[in-house]
């Protein structure tokens, strides 16, 4: 039988949802049977739905053991770094003449949110506005690989366990270089707003790792499966 597309993309969703705001902690094990409960539904589509996590790599099926939710190690991070770093860098160039005077809006309200989120120690939202706001000059580009390269990566590693690291070090920093994008994107220079952002986005990689593997420890640290 044919299992609904609609409802595989819901359970995929809902997992994806879960896994990136932390309420599945890294090393997790994915109970089918609570997945199956919470939705009233066979286990074919939830089956299909973690396959398709695993291909973004952020779900680990182990064979009769079931699936996990992937761990992120620091060389991991640094590699993802690099690659999205270069691939958000083009993005930029390439979205720089499609960029409209609505998008520069979102762009200045999304820092303000973030802002805001940084205040109130909001790790979970402001990981959410930051990713709104990187999102906002990657779909303008108009380059549907690099749009889906760029989603993939991102959804594999920008998680609130890695934003934590920037409340307790850098935070107004990493806020200020958003504003800096913007000002860059006015200057309509393609070069420049490339290396901007690809810049913006190297700085992330962090050299102390006994700092950043103590963070990812008290970020794996079990969360109710609500």
């Given amino acids: 039988m044919k299992i609904p597309p609609l409802l595989v993309e819901d359970v995929t969703n809902f997992l994806r949802s879960a896994i990136v705001s932390g309420k599945l902690a890294q090393g997790e094990k994915l109970s089918e049977t609570s997945i199956q409960k919470r939705f009233g539904i066979s286990r074919s589509?939830?089956?299909?739905?973690?396959?398709?996590?695993?291909?973004?790599?952020?779900?680990?099926i182990l064979p009769r053991r079931g699936a996990y939710v992937n761990k992120i190690t620091l060389d991991e991070l640094n590699d993802t770094t690099v690659v999205v770093a270069n691939l958000e860098g083009l993005a930029a160039r390439l979205a720089l003449p499609e960029l409209t005077d609505k998008n520069f809006k979102k762009m200045v309200m999304l820092v303000k949110k973030m802002e805001e989120e940084v205040k109130e120690f909001s790790i979970n939202d402001y990981t959410k506005t930051h990713n709104d706001f990187h999102e906002t000059f990657v779909l303008s580009c108009n380059n549907r690989v690099l749009i889906n390269s760029i989603g993939k990566l991102r959804r594999r590693y920008v998680r609130p366990m890695v934003t934590s690291y920037y409340f307790v070090?850098?935070?107004e920093d990493a806020?200020?270089?958003?504003?800096?994008?913007?000002?860059?994107?006015?200057?309509?220079?393609?070069?420049?707003?490339?290396?901007?952002?690809?810049n913006h986005i190297m700085n992330a990689l962090i050299n102390d790792k006994d700092l950043w593997e103590k963070n990812m420890e008290e970020g794996n640290e079990k969360k109710r499966f609500a």
């Fill in 45 to 60: 589509p939830i089956r299909e739905a973690l396959r398709i996590l695993e291909q973004e790599g952020i779900v680990m």
């Fill in 169 to 171: 070090n850098n935070i």
């Fill in 175 to 198: 806020v200020k270089s958003h504003i800096k994008i913007i000002e860059t994107f006015k200057k309509n220079d393609p070069q420049e707003v490339e290396n901007v952002v690809k």
